[in-house]
């Protein structure tokens, strides 16, 4: 499964910005190791960044309405989003929870209506500095995991799974490389009682504080299948270093692989 390096732009992003698009997506079309990045962009970008891509990078939306269509006033659908070029959406992000007061059913509703549009889906989960230092991190994220998929787990084909831990959101730091191992393994093993063979297709990613400086540490992390980064992805430069970072990690893992098949072929 090849490293998803996921973008969100949050509420930032006018016409100017769309050149950090356009260096994002040559930076992409030089990269030898497969990789797939993705850059999900206010709703009022969604257009206009695919164009500024030219097919280099996939662009998602940041959030969607569960419902097709109605007197929502400001809610944008799954639909609308896919109209306007969008490939992809991030659901339940740890602000969207907060702030507007998303519930797990909530998000589950929303992840369906992704995948009725024909969306994957990033869906968001992770535990508060209380409930970590409760001990309790597992657990919350078990049940958030549990109740924030779609009932119709077939619905998740083209999906994702972001882990946040909130306490380390905007904070400049990351958990201890064993803090995030232990619950992507976790989550890894959750997925698997709940999707069965289906599991392999919905990779792990990390959300937090991610930067240049820490890519390449935590996307060598077990079970770890790539990262969703806010504040520096605004910044081609920066998130470029983590784009290539990525594609470094994966020519080495395909190198590595290519030579124990030809071991074992050889013996």
């Not at 989003?81 to 602000?95: M, P, Q, R, T, W």
């Not at 657990?139 to 831990?165: F, H, K």
């Not at 191992?181 to 959750?190: D, F, L, N, T, Y």
Request: with cysteine; hydrophobic share 45%.
């Amino acid at each position: 499964m090849p490293f998803l390096i996921a973008a969100n732009w949050k509420m930032y992003g006018l016409d100017e910005q769309l050149t950090e698009i356009r260096a994002i997506s040559e930076c992409v079309r030089t990269l030898a190791s497969a990789i797939d990045v993705l850059v999900c962009v206010p709703a009022t970008l969604i257009s206009r960044a695919v164009d500024a891509s030219g097919g280099g990078v996939a662009i998602g939306g940041e959030d969607c309405d569960a419902a097709i269509s109605g007197a929502f006033t400001g809610d944008v659908s799954a639909e609308m989003l896919k109209d306007a070029g969008a490939s992809a959406v991030i659901v339940g992000h740890s602000e969207r929870r907060a702030k507007h007061h998303e519930t797990d059913a909530m998000v589950a509703a929303k992840a369906a209506a992704a995948a009725r549009a024909g969306l994957g889906a990033i869906i968001c989960i992770g535990e508060t500095k209380a409930q970590r230092d409760a001990g309790e991190a597992l657990q919350v994220c078990s049940a958030q995991l549990e109740s924030s998929l779609p009932v119709d787990r077939r619905l998740l084909a083209g999906s994702a799974i972001a882990y946040e831990p909130l306490w380390a959101i905007g904070s400049g730091s990351m958990p201890a490389g064993e803090v995030t191992s232990e619950v992507h393994a976790h989550i890894r093993q959750q997925l698997k009682v709940l999707l069965g063979e289906r599991e392999n297709s919905v990779p792990v990613l990390y959300g937090g504080s991610v930067t240049p400086d820490n890519a390449t540490e935590i996307l060598a992390l077990p079970e770890v299948g790539g990262v969703l980064v806010g504040g520096a992805s605004l910044r081609s430069a920066d998130f470029n270093a983590i784009v290539r970072a990525a594609a470094a990690i994966a020519g080495t893992s395909a190198a590595s692989n290519a030579a124990d098949l030809a071991y074992r072929a050889g013996r």
